[in-house]
């Protein structure tokens, strides 16, 4: 995986490249950062980490609701309590879980102001042809997938990474990141897929 779920770089260098340059070696190490870089960026502006795996979130312990940092959610594994000497209790809460955007909601605060909650649980999209049979995370929505490609494109050529004939053609207007370093584009892709939550 590159990051997040998103690729592997032989994967971003066929959807970039021309074939004859899918063997080339010259810009993988600055291609590879700048995919980690914008796929560390994405995840920032929508306030979750999509990439699939083992989690643990930590939140107040006298809210009713959380919502985890990564989902869809396969399972949760432990919820426990941290004390303020720092000793983790397990507990056993009695909640609901809405898997698909990740809010589990409490039928009674888990506990005090004075108290920290901790949850693990696996989850996340996955994107990846030899996964684990026993793995049933989704995979990872196509359009987060061609953001993320786009995005890669597009900042490549205003780095010019690449040689003029080396990506496709892509729009004058697509060149120009935002202040916050995501197009536009990306930023309208990421909307639907944004958490609004605190910890």
């Given at each position: 995986?590159?990051?997040a779920?998103?690729?592997?770089?032989?994967?971003?260098k066929h959807?970039?490249?021309p074939?004859?340059?899918?063997?080339?070696?010259?810009?993988?190490?600055?291609?590879?950062?700048?995919?980690?870089?914008?796929?560390?960026?994405?995840?920032?502006?929508?306030?979750?980490?999509?990439?699939?795996?083992?989690?643990?979130?930590?939140?107040?312990?006298?809210?009713?609701?959380?919502?985890?940092?990564?989902?869809?959610?396969?399972?949760?594994?432990?919820?426990q309590l941290?004390?303020?000497?720092g000793?983790?209790?397990?507990?056993?809460?009695?909640?609901?879980?809405d898997?698909?955007?990740g809010?589990?909601?409490?039928?009674?605060p888990?506990?005090?102001?004075?108290q920290?909650?901790?949850?693990?649980?696996?989850g996340?999209?996955?994107?990846?042809?030899?996964?684990a049979?026993?793995?049933t995370?989704?995979?990872?929505?196509?359009?987060?997938?061609?953001a993320w490609?786009?995005?890669?494109?597009?900042?490549?050529?205003?780095?010019?990474?690449?040689?003029?004939?080396?990506?496709?053609?892509?729009?004058?207007?697509?060149?120009n990141?935002?202040?916050n370093?995501?197009?536009?584009?990306?930023?309208e892709?990421?909307?639907?897929?944004?958490?609004?939550?605190?910890?």
């Open positions: 995986m590159l990051n779920g998103f690729a592997t770089l032989d994967n971003l959807r970039l490249l074939p004859a340059q899918w063997e080339e070696t010259t810009w993988d190490l600055a291609l590879g950062k700048l995919g980690l870089s914008l796929a560390g960026r994405m995840q920032e502006h929508a306030n979750r980490d999509f990439c699939y795996g083992t989690k643990a979130d930590e939140f107040t312990a006298r809210n009713y609701t959380v919502t985890l940092t990564t989902y869809p959610v396969e399972v949760i594994t432990s919820i941290r004390s303020t000497d000793t983790l209790a397990a507990m056993d809460a009695s909640y609901s879980l898997k698909s955007s809010v589990l909601s409490f039928f009674s888990p506990g005090d102001d004075t920290r909650l901790v949850i693990s649980y696996t996340g999209f996955y994107l990846d042809e030899f996964r049979p026993e793995v995370a989704p995979q990872l929505p196509d359009d987060l997938l061609e490609i786009a995005e890669v494109q597009r900042h490549a050529e205003s780095r010019s990474l690449f040689d003029a004939i080396a990506l496709r053609p892509a729009k004058e207007a697509d060149k990141p935002l202040v370093g995501l197009t536009p584009q990306c930023v892709a990421l909307r639907p897929y944004r958490r609004f939550a605190g910890a």
